[in-house]
């Protein structure tokens, strides 16, 4: 045995093969704990040179040396076992010896395994002719056998030819429509044209193999069920690749409804093609055909609703009789968002109106034109019999709630419950509020009892990453957390003081870390990083040294907000306790304490004085020094970039202490870091209540991160929006263009982030929309933001009710677009400049705005019919539209 064992360390898998094969069953067997043995050594150094010469051999051996199925299958299986290197041929060599039912069991164990198991496919489609069994039609066994047999891997033949020639082909056919997510290995896997999937699989139809209604069956069931777009492009392309006949197209009208009215464009696409047909060969009921309609006309994609529309003229024109059925449908279009769309319906009905029998549906269409924009609604009042639009009530803008910062409740009572706090603040993200107060309850409960604390905090620190018990471990995490450039957001933040409380940071790296002068980030957010990061590091360097009672600097309010009595109060019970005040604890209160209310203010100045003390004097000067006062905000272009820079604020250069003072240099979103550390975006919301009187100086350095959700696609970063719009201070150049990065934003849920920082700026009575309009409109003719994302964001704040703060948005970002239109040609508009004007014309429409838009009139009077031309007529007649008296 202790050949073998050398010969596996070694990794000479063919010698441990020989041995094996000399070795009876019981040998085997008893030799497994061994191999069990081996393994849990290896793991612990799974990537040294060593581990990698013998896994190999140790995947062979724990195969062959046990006896049942179940845990020969979790072994070759196992993560750590997926080492290149051996070949399914050596498994099975030391597995063929194996009854058939047993190597059944393996076959499809393994085959039940997720693909992202990684079993050769090789081993599986060998143990399963070895056995004579069925073939298991599992998600592995399919994508196994769709890579294997679809790869150009042997030369001279093609795909269809190994299809015709596997023993297997129906099932695993039938099986590949079930597999989700597998279309990327059907466009893969093979050339295009004939020699791809679909032209195999439609040739095998043919030949008879495969059997053509199932085929189409499950084609066509797949496309309903849905799927990735590789799935759609694969499955469709099989679909149209079988040709379908007139018959098989009747027998499956109801899926063509369905996949028309639900499907994916391309498919939804098709399947109305399909019905078109049938629909001019009068092979189709006037009912049905009403009915798919409806759904189709509901669908955003104008292309879709155009062929509709088409369609139902073509009928129409054909059968005077389907007017009573199919007009009603047409009217679904009168609510389209698209005006085009909406005109193009309202001619259509007026070209057959004259053809319907039923005074239902007369009054039917005359109620469905209500939805017209108005100066379609005001044609169908005479076509269709609609009745004259009331004078609209005046407007009325409706705007969300001033939302209420949230009161932080006083810290834990209990190290129990501060010990849930924590652990719920590290588990998830539970903001500013739930950071300060599980900071603040564990300053005051190791102030206290730190026994008892580390006691009620063990279930949370057994769970945390750093606490091993490698020996090496304290003294890697000791070089890793005093290491203080990397900087903090909140749960690094809480993981430095339970790293401090545990012991497992020296003394020495504490008082590193806030000594002036030490390393740190020189990016733009190295400022905000580090002045959050110094009242962080000195608070653990206090558990260790001389416990804080409380922290002076916990907020009043979610927001950051400090009020003056309540740190005045403090600033007394230290006195009386005879604590030592914290220096980057109390510059923090300090930048947090309100001053922008006055005689709260001085009040509480008074009361700071009289207190006696070298704090209480500094925080009178600070309130009686009047509101903070925004530094010069300078914008700056690059390329598609508008950043901005900050001005100085002397007065903080004498004021506060070494690691805060970079708070009140020039600073500038151009000078980011090659290796700035803070990509994710974490620390914004702590950033921001640092200074929650001064959201421009925070908002100038996390400008270029919001200019990312923009410009490069960046995912995330705009979720700080509506923290900005509810913080201090001035909103004001760096505010507005990091909304208007978000408006732009490519991911939905950062453009819905910057919709709601719109909408609460707007209701706080802080948004300057001529400027922000104008910031847009440079945006996007520098490339910057995409007009149809705008038009997106723009479009979902409208809905809300702000149609005035958005057309003031748009009156001012569409003239400098409008400018670059060409006067003649078709050449100059930016792509998604029509759906800017739709939104501009629904808000002008519903807010009454009127007047005149520069370069507006140039845009409506262009030739043709697309959209941009349609859209800029039709924010024309509203800006035109008389005001009724």
């Known amino acids: 045995m202790t050949t073998l064992t050398e010969a596996m360390r070694a990794g000479r898998t063919a010698e441990v093969v020989g041995l094996l094969d000399a070795m009876t069953d019981a040998e085997r067997r008893a030799f497994f704990p061994e191999l069990k043995a081996l393994r849990k050594e290896l793991r612990a150094t799974r990537w040294d040179g060593p581990s990698r010469r013998a896994y190999p051999a140790l995947y062979v051996a724990g195969a062959a040396c046990q006896t049942g199925a179940a845990g020969v299958a979790s072994w070759i299986s196992a993560a750590d076992m997926r080492w290149p290197g051996v070949s399914p041929a050596v498994l099975l060599r030391v597995l063929a010896g194996r009854e058939t039912d047993w190597l059944a069991d393996l076959a499809n164990r393994l085959a039940q395994r997720p693909a992202t198991a990684q079993v050769p496919y090789e081993l599986m489609s060998a143990l399963v002719r070895l056995a004579g069994c069925p073939v298991p039609t599992t998600d592995a066994y399919v994508r196994g056998w769709v890579q294997q047999v679809g790869g150009n891997w042997r030369r001279g033949d093609t795909l269809l030819e190994r299809l015709r020639t596997d023993p297997h082909l129906v099932p695993l056919v039938a099986a590949l429509f079930e597999v989700n997510d597998i279309g990327g290995l059907l466009e893969w896997a093979a050339d295009e044209g004939p020699a791809g999937w679909h032209g195999a699989l ?109 369609l139902l003229g073509k009928v129409l024109a054909r059968d005077a009789g389907a007017a009573d059925e199919l007009l009603p449908a047409v009217a679904q279009a009168f609510g389209h968002e698209d005006a085009g769309v909406q005109e193009r319906a309202l001619k259509l009905a007026q070209r057959h109106v004259k053809k319907v029998r039923s005074a239902e549906v007369r009054v039917e269409l005359a109620s469905a034109a209500d939805e017209l924009i108005p100066p379609l609604r005001a044609q169908a009042v005479a076509s269709l019999g609609a009745a004259p639009a009331e004078v609209a009530p005046a407007y009325e803008e409706v705007l969300p709630l001033l939302p209420e910062p949230a009161r932080l409740a006083p810290a834990a009572a209990s190290v129990v419950e501060l010990a849930e706090e924590v652990g719920a603040a590290l588990a998830s993200d539970t903001g500013v509020t739930g950071f300060e107060r599980a900071l603040d309850g564990l300053v005051r409960h190791a102030h206290r009892d730190r026994d008892a604390l580390l006691e009620a905090l063990e279930p949370v620190v057994s769970r945390r990453w750093w606490d091993g018990a490698d020996p090496f471990h304290d003294l890697r995490m000791d070089h890793q957390f005093g290491d203080s450039r990397g900087g903090f957001d909140g749960f690094a933040g809480l993981d430095l003081l339970l790293i401090t409380l545990r012991g497992k940071l020296s003394t020495a790296r504490l008082h590193a870390a806030i000594r002036p002068g030490a390393p740190h980030r020189t990016c733009v957010h190295g400022a905000l ?168 100086l925070v908002a100038v350095r996390i400008l270029r991160d919001l200019s990312a959700v923009a410009v490069d696609g960046s995912r995330g970063a705009a979720s700080v929006l509506p923290l900005l719009a509810e913080s201090g201070g001035e909103a004001g150049e760096a505010t507005r263009l990091c909304v208007a990065y978000g408006l732009g934003a490519r991911h939905p849920e950062d453009r819905l982030a910057a919709v709601d920082a719109l909408l609460v700026l707007a209701a706080r009575g802080q948004l300057d929309a001529t400027r922000l309009g104008a910031d847009l409109g440079e945006l996007v003719r520098l490339g910057a933001v995409k007009p149809l994302r705008l038009a997106e964001s723009l479009r979902t704040a409208a809905s809300t009710g702000a149609y005035a703060t958005v057309w003031g948005l748009l009156g001012h970002a569409l003239p400098p677009l409008l400018s670059d239109l060409a006067a003649d040609g078709p050449a100059g508009p930016v792509r998604g400049l029509g759906d800017l004007l739709a939104v501009a014309a629904e808000c002008a429409e519903r807010s009454g705005a009127r007047g005149d838009l520069p370069h507006l009139a140039r845009a409506a009077d262009r030739r043709g019919s697309s959209r941009l031309v349609v859209e800029a007529r039709r924010l024309r007649g509203a800006l035109a539209m008389e005001v009724a008296a």
């Open 202 to 310: 439609a040739q095998l139809t043919a030949e008879g193999p495969l059997d053509r209604r199932a085929t189409v069956d499950a084609c066509v069931a797949r496309l309903l069920r849905g799927g990735t777009n590789a799935d759609h492009r694969a499955f469709l392309r099989v679909l149209t690749s079988l040709a379908l006949t007139r018959e098989e197209q009747r027998e499956r009208v109801a899926d063509w409804g369905a996949l028309a009215s639900d499907a994916v464009s391309p498919v939804a696409s098709h399947a109305q093609s399909v019905l078109g047909t049938l629909a001019l060969e009068g092979q189709l009921t006037h009912r049905h055909l009403a009915d798919v309609s409806e759904a189709v006309l509901f669908r955003p994609e104008r292309k879709l609703v155009r062929a509709q529309l088409v």
């Open 529 to 696: 990083s580090r002045a959050f990061d110094a009242r962080l590091w000195e608070v653990a360097y206090r558990i260790r040294t001389d416990p804080l009672p409380f922290l002076l600097s916990t907020p009043t309010w979610s927001t950051g907000l400090l009020e003056p009595d309540e740190l005045v109060e403090r600033l007394d019970a230290y006195r009386r306790l005879g604590a030592r005040v914290s220096a980057a604890d109390f510059a923090q209160a300090l930048l947090r304490v309100r001053r922008g209310d006055r005689p709260a203010a001085a009040a509480a100045a008074e009361r700071a004085a009289a207190l006696g003390t070298t704090e209480g004097r500094r925080l009178a000067r600070w309130l009686t020094a009047g509101a903070p006062v925004l530094p010069a905000i300078r914008r700056r272009a690059s390329g598609p970039h508008i950043l901005a820079e900050s001005g100085e604020l002397p007065a903080w250069q004498e004021d506060l202490p070494d690691a805060f003072r970079a708070l009140g240099r020039p600073s500038s979103a151009f000078a980011q870091s090659r290796y700035c550390a803070h990509w994710s975006g974490s620390a914004h919301p702590h950033w921001l209540a640092v200074l929650p009187e001064l959201r421009e």
